[in-house]
């Protein structure tokens, strides 16, 4: 057990199903992430039109359908630089808990339907 979480700590983050609890992940995401992202998760926040790249539409299905739940893990702890994108995607890490960032995910794949 400890040494599972000490590889998972090297590696980046846990690994596995990292989907949590979806309506958690939705309060959370009002209120952290849908001034760029959108309420409805579209890419069209308040903030959304004078950033380039824009936020990503997390109702994209085809789009989140090719990224795991590790990655999007590691978008959210670590932030955009993290896997080469925009450092307007900041990272989350120190704000949010293991928790919270899976009850993002579940969230998030709940948009998208993936
Ligand atoms: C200040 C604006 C802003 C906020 C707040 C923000 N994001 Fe983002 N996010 C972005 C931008 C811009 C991108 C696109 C980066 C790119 O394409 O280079 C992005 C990309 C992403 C991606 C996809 C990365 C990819 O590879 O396509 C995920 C997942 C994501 N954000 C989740 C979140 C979550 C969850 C929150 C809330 C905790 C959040 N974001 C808050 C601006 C923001």
């Known amino acids: 057990m400890l040494l599972g979480c000490l590889s998972a700590a ?6 596995g199903d990292l989907r949590a609890d979806a309506s958690r992940g939705r309060e959370l995401y009002a209120l952290y992430c849908s001034v760029c992202h959108g ?15 824009r936020p ?5 299905h085809d789009y989140m359908a090719s990224l795991s739940d590790e990655y999007l893990y590691r978008v959210i702890q670590k932030g955009g630089p ?3 994108k925009s450092s307007w ?11 919270e960032i ?4 579940a ?6 339907r993936t």
């Open 82 to 84: 993290s896997v080469g």
């Open 89 to 99: 995607m900041a990272a989350w890490g120190p704000a949010l808990s293991n928790q």
């Open 56 to 60: 990503t539409n997390h109702t994209d």
């Open 107 to 112: 969230h998030i794949r709940a948009l998208s």
């Open 10 to 15: 090297e590696s980046g983050g846990p690994s």
């Open 39 to 53: 309420s409805g998760g579209a890419g069209d926040g308040p903030t959304a039109s004078w950033m380039f790249p």
């Open 102 to 105: 899976r009850d993002l995910i």
